[in-house]
C-alpha cells in the first residue's frame, strides 16, 4: 500500500512540476479537449469493467441541414429539428415545387412520410419512415439527397434519390 501511494505521489509531483516548468496547465499534459463543442457522457460500471461513451451534444432548438448534423439530430431527439416544413406547409406558402427559399427562408422541405415501395428498407409491424431533404438551403431544386428515419430509431441517408441507403443510427433488423 505505501509503494502505491509513492508512486502516486511520484506521478502529481512530476506532472505539477512539468506544469510549472513549461508554463503549460494540468489540462494541458493530460490532454483534455479545450474546444467548447458541449459534450454529453454516460459511464456505464459493471463489476471492475468501466466504460466512457461520449457524444458530442446537438442543440435542440438548432436548425441543421446537413446530413451529419440533422442524422445526429434525429438519433438524439426522434425528430426533424425545426428549420424543417412538410410540403403541405410549403404549398401554404405558396411554394410549387424546386428550392423553398423564395417562399421559406431558412426551411427545408422535411416531415412527409416516406412509402417504402420498392422495399428497399426492412418493414416491421408498426413500423413507418418520414423523410427529409438535405443540403437544399440557397438551392434552386430539392436535389437528390434525404434522410428518411423510422419511428423506432433507424435513421438512414441516401444521395441519389431513394435508389441506394446508408443506415447512420440504429439497427438493422
Known sequence: ?????????????????????????????????????????????????????????IDKDGSYTTKEDVGLYIHTYGRLPKNFITKAEARKLGWEGGGLEKYASGKCIGGDRFGNYEELLPEKEGRTYTECDIDTLGKTSRGAKRIVFSNDGLVYYTDDHYESFTLLYGEDT
Open 1 to 57: 500500500m505505501k509503494k502505491r501511494t509513492s508512486w502516486g505521489l511520484l506521478l502529481v509531483s512530476v506532472l505539477l512540476a512539468l506544469s510549472l516548468f513549461t508554463s503549460c496547465g494540468i489540462d494541458d499534459l493530460i490532454n483534455l479537449p479545450d474546444d467548447t463543442t458541449q459534450i454529453k457522457t454516460t459511464t456505464a460500471e459493471s463489476a471492475d469493467v468501466s466504460a466512457t461513451i461520449t457524444e458530442n451534444a
